[in-house]
């Protein structure tokens, strides 16, 4: 049975991609097409780029900030998004967040004596922020809101999807769904109209990944993990730069697929094996960090405390013997390891587990129920 799928796969994986999802499968689509050249503007004020950090910097340099500029940034950030801000020569601050990731508005508002131009505002893991705070204190302030939806691709707020609210907002739904790349960008302030070229080699890599996960997933497994024990990234902060990438366009396979997925089934989904972990958590002492996960969204990971930073060790762990992609998250700045403020005792106390469409949810609860 094993040797006949790998057969299968190795058959159709020169020229053909049939993508499999748990609601049925995508459409074939012949394998050159990924390499067309297409315009990034669609019109409408949004653009489609490989990633999100080349979403952030076109549109950053858009707006053409003088060298006194400063950028808030809160101190719980993954160092990649920083990287378009170095490039550009801008400055920033960190403003600081609680433990539910909420910013701190007291000492933000400490930080009004420096040029403030924009704030960035991150929904960690699909969870929306109070985005009402934020569009306030934006205009009584006049600053420019940077919305940062990395993981929170179809998620919405009131009734209206996130990534719509801010001046500049990026989402990046490669992060969460199985597709080869993907940012949506966003912006108010228009962008020159130019085509940009697709991202060949990544689309390459991740279309052998994919049928790789795809296959596996027809065995019913939870997650695939290559590495069997603990990586040292994940035991400590370690500082690791994140540089830019060549300026690419969304491959036009991955535009199609996420215009195509029903959001709702998504939701669902992900909210199921969210209130699965949420179980587990409550089993092994675990705090959540989202007292109450919001309705309208799709969230990305399930994010817990650990009571120390050793049990957060131990759960690693557990995850790892398990096969589960049990993970920190983030690459921290250096700066705020350096520091050792909040963003450090966050990162040293939270537990990611994973949250994927493909998961099979009984294999799941049966680890979890064990």
């Known amino acids: 049975m094993v040797a006949g799928k790998i057969t299968r796969y190795l058959s159709n994986i ?13 459409s074939r689509v012949p394998f050159y097409k990924y390499f067309d050249r297409e315009t990034a503007d669609d019109g409408y004020g949004v653009y489609r780029f490989s990633h999100s950090r080349t979403s952030l910097l076109v549109s950053l340099d858009a707006i053409q900030f ?89 998620s919405s707020y009131n009734g209206k999807l996130l990534g719509h609210f801010g001046d500049i907002a990026i989402s990046s ?23 940009y070229p697709h991202q060949p080699l990544k689309i390459i890599k991740r279309y052998f990944e994919n049928a790789f996960i795809s296959f596996w997933d027809n065995l019913e497994s939870i997650n695939v993990l290559s590495r069997k024990s603990v990586p040292d990234i994940y035991k400590k902060p370690i500082y690791i730069q994140e540089d830019m990438l060549p ?22 989904k992900r909210h199921d094996i969210y ?10 002492g675990l705090e959540p960090v989202f007292k109450c996960l919001n309705e309208e969204s799709i969230p990305s990971i399930y994010p817990a405390f650990a009571s120390s930073y050793n049990q957060s060790l131990e759960i ?27 963003g450090v005792k966050i990162w ?22 064990k």
């Not at 739904?173 to 085509?195: A, C, D, H, M, V």
């Not at 969304?250 to 939701?267: A, E, G, H, P, T």
């Not at 013997?321 to 250096?334: A, F, M, S, T, Y």
């Open 316 to 342: 690693l762990k557990w995850g790892y013997d398990r096969g589960i992609d049990v993970h920190k998250w983030p690459n921290l700045p250096e700066k705020i390891i350096s520091s050792g403020g909040n």
């Open 247 to 268: 300026i690419w366009c969304m491959d036009k396979y991955s535009d199609l697929f996420l215009n195509s997925v029903d959001l709702n089934l998504v939701r669902k």
């Open 173 to 195: 739904p490669w992060k969460t769904f199985p597709i080869y790349n993907g940012s949506y960008l966003y912006t108010k302030i228009p962008l020159e109209s130019r085509k």
């Open 275 to 284: 209130c699965l972990w949420n179980l587990m958590c409550k089993k092994k």
């Open 14 to 26: 020169n020229n053909i991609r049939e993508y499999y999802t748990p609601y049925g499968r995508y």
């Open 66 to 154: 003088d060298e006194n500029s400063v950028i808030l940034v809160p101190e719980f950030i993954c160092n990649v998004v920083l990287a378009p801000l170095r490039q550009l020569g801008l400055k920033y601050v960190f403003y600081e967040i609680n433990d539910q990731l909420e910013p701190i508005w007291e000492s933000i508002n400490k930080m009004l004596t420096f040029n403030i131009k924009a704030i960035i505002m991150v929904h960690y893991f699909g969870q929306p922020q109070n985005i009402d705070q934020y569009l306030e204190f934006c205009s009584n302030h006049n600053i420019l809101l940077i919305e940062d939806n990395a993981h929170g691709y179809g």
């Open 348 to 369: 040293k106390k939270m537990i990611c587990f994973p949250i994927n469409i493909n998961m099979n949810l009984k294999n799941l609860r049966d680890i979890i129920n």
